[in-house]
């Protein structure tokens, strides 16, 4: 942990750790252009998630930022962004994992991803990798045509410095990595921090 309270999350990996109801949560992108995942799950049922089709159909729009509220597949409010500098971030698509390397990038030898480090990062929470949804992706940047519905993953809006803070809404397991996917984060791998404030 740094001297300001930061922990550092190394390219391409993934952690989990718990978050108390009124904590604040900030996720920084040191460098620019690189995207973090985030998951959320009700720290005492974690059959309670965060929700991107609860989210998004609550706010009637795809693109979320400052005094928006994220729900889980209950319709509970489990976190809350406070602050955004950046304010394009995707709610769309699902955590990179080995299967979207062997698909979309044709790896022979893929990397397990965002889903894997998720996974693995989870596993002491009991959390199984069916139960990981679809990520609230700090950063990522995905453009939609309003016409056709068409989509296509940009470079982040991000540059080095910005961040986006969430407060708990209840006690909370979140799962974040520094996703591991070239197209996401403009060709290169590079790491997110993050940073716990205690409740008010």
Known sequence: MGAD???EIAPRSGVAFTLGRGERLTVIDPCGEQVADLL????????EVLSSGRTLDYASRIYLTTGDPLYSNRSNVLLRIVEDTVGRHD?????CS?????????DAHPHRGCF?????ALAPYGIAPDRIPVAFNCFMNVPVD?????FHVAPPLSRAG?????EAEIDLVIGLT?????????GSFKPIHYRIAPAA
Do not use: V
């Not at 080995?98 to 044709?106: P, S, V």
């Open 116 to 120: 894997g480090n998720l996974a693995a």
């Open 5 to 7: 309270g930061r922990h």
């Open 146 to 150: 309003g016409a056709t519905g068409a």
């Open 91 to 95: 709610f769309l698509l699902t955590p």
């Open 98 to 106: 080995a299967d979207t390397f062997r698909i979309i990038y044709g």
């Open 40 to 47: 959320a799950f009700n720290r005492h049922d974690t059959d």
């Open 178 to 186: 520094a996703c591991s996917a070239l197209q996401s984060n403009n």
């Open 162 to 166: 910005d961040h986006i803070t969430f």
